[in-house]
Nanobody
Framework: QVQLVESGGGLVQAGGSLRLSCAAS????????MGWFRQAPGKEREFVSS??????VMVNPDSVKGRFTISRERNTAYLQMNSLKPEDTAVYYC????????????????WGQGTQVTVSS
């Protein structure tokens, strides 16, 4: 497994941008699919975006399509978030999984501790 540490969260006004980072330890990072999820208070964990081990991006949900972009470089995965809305407020988690890990939290075996994103109106 791999250890993950997120950073880059914070408070931003609606319409603003943030870039989240997920630093991974371990020499096998390049073998994992990486995903971003978010969880708002009282809600279930929601899939945000994922990227395959080879760098190809998988389907993003309509809620973030055109606004959020996932990428990866070396041992870090990123989530660029633009045109943020108050409903994007949540704790954001990155996760690592095998080749079958796409959008279901249960398919990812390693998780970071989360980073808070708050979007004010």
């Amino acid at each position: 497994q791999v250890q993950l540490v997120e950073s880059g969260g914070g408070l931003v006004q609606a319409g603003g941008s943030l870039r989240l980072s997920c630093a991974a330890s371990g020499r096998t990072f390049g073998l994992y699919n990486m995903g971003w999820f978010r969880q708002a208070p009282g809600k279930e964990r929601e899939f945000v975006s994922s990227i395959r081990w080879d760098g190809s991006v998988m389907v993003n949900p309509d809620s973030v399509k055109g606004r959020f972009t996932i990428s990866r470089e070396r041992n870090t995965a990123y989530l660029q978030m633009n045109s943020l809305k108050p409903e994007d407020t949540a704790v954001y988690y990155c996760a690592a999984g095998g080749a079958a890990a796409i959008a279901k939290p249960a398919d990812f075996h390693s998780w970071g501790q989360g980073t808070q994103v708050t979007v004010s109106s």
